[in-house]
């Protein structure tokens, strides 16, 4: 039987003022909730005279802001962590002595807080937070299965091993899903391989262990060996198992060149516990070839993968993506290889492939004819999947090794109509668009630059890893243009604010200043590069800087031009480079024009003193403005030095400078016939080489 409640307004607990509408609104809303709940629980005591108690402050989780708030943010999908950050995160670490350092600065930071902590106590009186904070951390105790898989999740691997032991000698039994995550961990950090020297005979390859099994490792003996695997092991940080082949790169190979490598030996813990295992399945082999294919071994990944064909097993989508990836595309018969794993993988039960799988395959493509990547893409579009930044990545690639461009044109219009095809999935996404700019500045498409820049500005995501590299790339394109407007509005709109460029894009900007005769310009990317600290390797933007300077310039402004000349010979004094010979001569002819001789003299004197070969344009400097000052000794001395170093003057030229500065006839004669005879072996040489060029 239903309760009916109905009680007058003047019986309410508060005062409702009458003239706030909303107010009333929400006070009744919570009093007609307040009032079903009190029907609901009156029903069976029939106590319709008590008053229901309406709470004024409603209770509240005091986790409810922190899950709310949790709620809002999405992690970024990708299949693998470097040091706990996402390969989209820019400070991801991304080769080992990166994450070394993070490791070490995580542990110092660690060490810092302790040591605050118990040096001024009374700073921290509350060291319990409120509410609690999940930090993920279990504290499991006992001797029992879920230990030894608490330790697997923690990437524990000696200690797993030894509870592991412990439970095989007290009876306890492991189910085998259990033992196939040890045996992936054992697998896949190399607990027990040997570091070598690349450097050093590769025969060492796997000579470290003894063979033992198991059973005789549980002595004493074993607890030290796998105590020194361990300490070996310790403070080298990785990913750990369970994530799926992406492709190798060469990128990845240069990171560790010459430095110790660990090689698979096949007496190590993993090979020595699935030797041991009483019961496999399909997971158990997939545990071992994913280590197998860490560490190199490719052959023994193939004998593995087909012994676990033979028994029957098939192989999950990840094993079958790592074997398609160790197939070596520089051996012709690749693709027979690939299409017998593809058979492989159309066996029961079917394993379907993934885009993982294609991009695998696009990246065996690469020395084959275009055809082939062309008959991939068409699966894809057959099987629905769609593609990714690395699926463009291997497309481009395979037909830029071909000399075909057309293809970038293609991928840009693709996706300026699909942008969504723009996340980040694995690592090598993040080289997509880098490496579709450096086609596009081979190609010389400055246009096609733009519209890819475009492209980045709406995902930076996609930069992170590749910022000065893209951009980098970017400006040559422009320069390729030789629009000097377009470069300037490019380069105030990106410098400093996104990138810094590098010493040899501000060569190759000079070269464009020069080209539009813009000293001004070059005298401001002359400046950006001292005020931004760009290190100077070789003379060669030195030298481009000051070709850019020969153009015709506001003497006014001679002095700015003059330092910064001054700055960029202090720079290579600095670097112990050798000065080129544009900056010395630029050095005299500007201190020559503004007739401070002596400053002119004394840079004239480094080309000696640095064994830099004299200019003409320097000596014809000095010679233009001692003429101008009627300086005959000085006059007769620069054209003595252009005749000895093979230069040429027109013989009315001479004659006009020599009888103004009042050299006598026979001083005359003998500079022209000087000339002359310079004049004489010029054209002799080059008949010669004319007629070499001939006959070849």
């Not at 002595?97 to 060490?111: K, T, V």
């Not at 904070?133 to 230990?147: A, F, H």
């Not at 246009?447 to 893209?470: C, G, P, T």
Request: aromatic letters at 8%.
């Amino acid at each position: 039987m239903a309760i009916s409640l109905r009680f007058p307004l003047r019986r309410l607990p508060f005062r409702l003022p009458c003239h706030h509408h909303s107010v009333y609104r929400v006070q009744k809303q919570l009093w007609s909730s307040t009032v079903a709940e009190t029907a609901s629980s009156s029903a069976d005591d029939n106590t319709g005279d008590s008053l229901p108690k309406i709470p004024l402050v409603p209770k509240r989780d005091p986790d409810a802001v922190l899950r709310a708030l949790t709620s809002t943010v999405e992690p970024v999908k990708t299949q693998s962590l470097l040091g706990g950050r996402s390969f989209a995160d820019p400070l991801a670490p991304r080769n080992r002595n990166q994450q070394m350092q993070l490791l070490r600065a995580q542990e110092a930071g660690r060490r810092a807080a302790r040591y605050v902590v118990h040096r001024w106590p009374r700073m921290f009186p509350k060291r319990t937070p409120e509410p609690s904070l999940q930090t993920g951390k279990v504290k499991v105790k006992g001797r029992n299965e879920l230990v030894l898989q608490h330790l697997i999740a923690t990437r524990k691997t000696g200690n797993a091993l030894k509870m592991y032991r412990r439970l095989m000698e007290r009876g306890v039994a492991v189910s085998l899903e259990t033992q196939n995550s040890l045996l992936a961990l054992l697998a896949y950090y190399g607990l027990g391989n040997p570091y070598v020297n690349p450097r050093e005979d590769p025969s060492r390859k796997g000579s470290s262990g003894n063979g033992r099994g198991l059973a005789e490792l549980a002595g004493s003996g074993s607890e030290k060996e796998l105590e020194d695997a361990v300490q070996k092991d310790s403070g080298h940080a990785s990913d750990g198992p369970g994530v799926e082949a992406s492709g190798r790169d060469e990128a990845s190979s240069k990171e560790t060149k010459g430095k110790p490598e660990r090689l698979w030996s096949k007496s190590n813990f993993a090979e020595k516990f699935f030797a041991e295992m009483s019961k496999k399945n399909g997971a158990t082999y997939d545990a071992l070839i994913s280590g197998l294919v860490k560490f190199k071994e490719y052959d023994r990944a193939m004998e593995m993968f087909q012994t676990m064909r033979e028994e029957g097993y098939q192989a999950s989508l990840p094993t079958y993506n790592s074997m398609l990836d160790v197939i070596d595309a520089n051996n012709r018969p690749w693709w027979d290889r690939a299409k017998s794993i593809i058979n492989e993988m159309m066996g029961e039960p079917i394993v379907m492939p993934n885009v993982t799988t294609m991009n695998v395959l696009l990246k065996l493509c690469k020395t084959s004819p275009k055809e082939f990547a062309i008959k991939i893409m068409r699966e894809m579009a057959y099987l629905r999947i769609e593609p990714t930044p690395t699926t463009f990545l291997r497309l481009m690639q395979c037909f830029m090794h071909h000399g075909d461009g057309s293809i970038v044109y293609e991928i840009v219009d693709y996706i300026e109509s699909n942008e969504h095809l723009l996340a980040v999935h694995e690592e090598f996404d993040l080289y997509f668009l880098s490496t579709a700019m450096c086609a596009a500045r081979f190609l010389s498409d400055h246009e096609l630059a733009m519209r890819i820049q475009k492209i980045a500005e709406k995902d930076s995501l996609l930069l992170v890893n590749n910022l000065n590299y893209f951009f980098g790339h970017y400006l040559i394109a422009l320069v390729n243009s030789g629009d000097l407007e377009l470069i300037k509005q490019e380069y105030d709109e990106l410098v400093p604010k996104v990138t810094v460029p590098f010493e040899w894009i501000y060569g190759a900007m000079f070269r464009v200043c020069k080209d539009a005769s813009s000293p001004e310009y070059a005298l401001k990317l002359w400046n950006d590069m001292l005020k931004f600290r760009v290190p100077v390797q070789n003379a060669h933007s030195i030298a481009r800087f000051c070709g850019a300077l020969y153009s015709k310039i506001d003497l006014t402004k001679a002095d700015s031009y003059i330092n910064a000349l001054v700055q960029a010979l202090k720079k290579v004094q600095y670097e112990s480079i050798k000065p080129p010979e544009t900056l010395l001569s630029r050095l005299v002819s500007l201190h020559a024009e503004i007739d401070d001789l002596d400053k002119a003299w004394e840079y004239f004197g480094l080309f000696k003193q640095y064994d830099v070969p004299l200019t003409f344009a320097a000596l014809s400097s000095l010679l233009k403005a001692h003429s101008a000052h009627c300086d005959a000794q000085k006059t007769e001395e620069v054209m003595e030095m252009m005749i000895q170093r093979g230069f040429n003057l027109p013989a009315n030229y001479v004659r006009d400078i020599c009888w103004n500065v009042g050299l006598d006839s026979d001083t005359v004669k003998g500079l022209v016939s000087g000339f002359a005879e310079n004049a004489y072996k010029k054209t002799k040489l080059e008949s010669a080489q004319q007629e070499n060029h001939e006959q070849s």
